[in-house]
Nanobody
Framework: EVQLVESGGGLVHSGGSLRLSCAAS????????MSWVRQAPGEGPEWISG????????YYDDSVKGRFAVSRDNAKKLLYLQMNSLRPDDTAVYYC?????????RGQGTQVTVSS
């Protein structure tokens, strides 16, 4: 069974930073592309970042490019998202997802709230 558990969210002021983590189990993490997806209230899911299984090739949506950085530790089965220069419009529930894109299996999410 695929299990993804996100952590690291919270309340931060505009301009602040957070680091999200995602612990994976139940599948071959090291062979899987992974993604970060966020969903704001009343909005659809937004694919903001992806990382290929080898950890070299990455994707960023224009809305987060230059501010967020995705990384992974295949030995520990962990996925990370370093978020800097946070803005109020980054407020959302953040999910890690298996695969390349927004539609793979997700965890329960972690709330990120950025105050102005």
């Amino acid at each position: 069974e695929v299990q993804l558990v996100e952590s690291g969210g919270g309340l931060v002021h505009s301009g602040g930073s957070l680091r999200l983590s995602c612990a994976a189990s139940g599948f071959s993490f090291g062979s899987s592309d992974m993604s970060w997806v966020r969903q704001a209230p009343g909005e659809g899911p937004e694919w903001i970042s992806g990382i290929r299984s080898g950890g070299v090739v990455t994707y960023y949506d224009d809305s987060v490019k230059g501010r967020f950085a995705v990384s992974r530790d295949n030995a520990k089965k962990l996925l990370y998202l370093q978020m800097n220069s946070l803005r109020p419009d980054d407020t959302a529930v953040y999910y890690c997802a298996r695969g390349w894109g927004p539609y793979g299996s997700r965890g329960q999410g972690t709330q990120v709230t950025v105050s102005s």
